[in-house]
């Protein structure tokens, strides 16, 4: 994904490598993908959601509840 991002960097890519990090157990390196998708994307929904998973599974709540309530408005599947 480093290497698609590098020659073309789009939100999916940078989701997609979070993923990977998400893994890889790289939870910080993750969400900074998630995020830099969300700067590229704000209305990308996905990328909000997962970013929420992340925050949940490290007890982050405030910012998953956050996270969640964006993706939920930008796209009813995720409510």
Same mark, same amino acid.
């Given at each position: 994904y480093t290497k698609a991002i &590098? @020659?073309?960097p789009?939100?999916?890519r940078y989701?997609?490598?979070g993923i990977s990090y998400y893994n890889l157990e790289q939870y910080q390196t993750a969400i900074n993908d998630y995020t830099t998708a969300i &700067? @590229?994307?704000p209305?990308?929904?996905w990328a909000h959601y997962i970013r929420a998973f992340v925050y949940?599974?490290?007890g982050q709540t405030a910012k998953a509840y956050a996270d969640d309530a964006m993706a939920c408005s930008l796209d009813s599947y995720y409510c």
């Open positions: &590098q @020659l073309e789009t939100a999916s989701t997609y490598r &700067q @590229l994307d209305d990308y929904a949940r599974n490290l």
